[in-house]
């Protein structure tokens, strides 16, 4: 069963950094996009970053500069790092899997349970 766990989420200081891990199970992620989403209560999902199978990335305009994706397949794990954090970054993080190509698209077809990311001096 196709499966992807977050982990990495936790209270920080602004101007803090977190790296947040998605691992996979039950598929190889190195076949798969991967994408990460934030969503905080009372508002849409938001595509944050996203890794293609060829390591091609992209970013939210409200994080580039500040977050990196990367992937290790070895690990079947993908990783957001996140630098420079600011108060409106709190939210909860999910990642998010598919063969085919979403990009910042909330359209994946298997999404992690999320992780959750607060921002607060």
């Known amino acids: 069963q196709l499966q992807l766990v977050e982990s990495g989420g936790d209270l920080v200081q602004p101007g803090g950094s977190l790296k947040l891990s998605c691992e996979a199970s039950?598929?190889?992620?190195?076949?798969?996009?991967i994408a990460w989403f934030r969503q905080v209560p009372g508002k849409e999902r938001e595509g944050v970053s996203y890794i293609s199978t060829l390591r091609r990335t992209d970013y939210a305009d409200s994080v580039k500069g500040r977050f990196t994706i990367s992937r290790d397949n070895a690990r079947n794990t993908v990783y957001l790092q996140m630098r420079s954090l600011k108060p409106e970054d709190t939210a909860t993080y999910y990642c998010?899997?598919?063969?085919?190509?979403?990009?910042?698209?909330?359209?994946?077809?298997?999404w992690g349970q999320g992780t959750t990311v607060t921002v607060s001096s």
């Open positions: 998010a899997a598919s063969p085919a190509y979403y990009g910042l698209n909330p359209r994946y077809d298997s």
């Open positions: 039950g598929f190889s992620l190195e076949y798969y996009h």
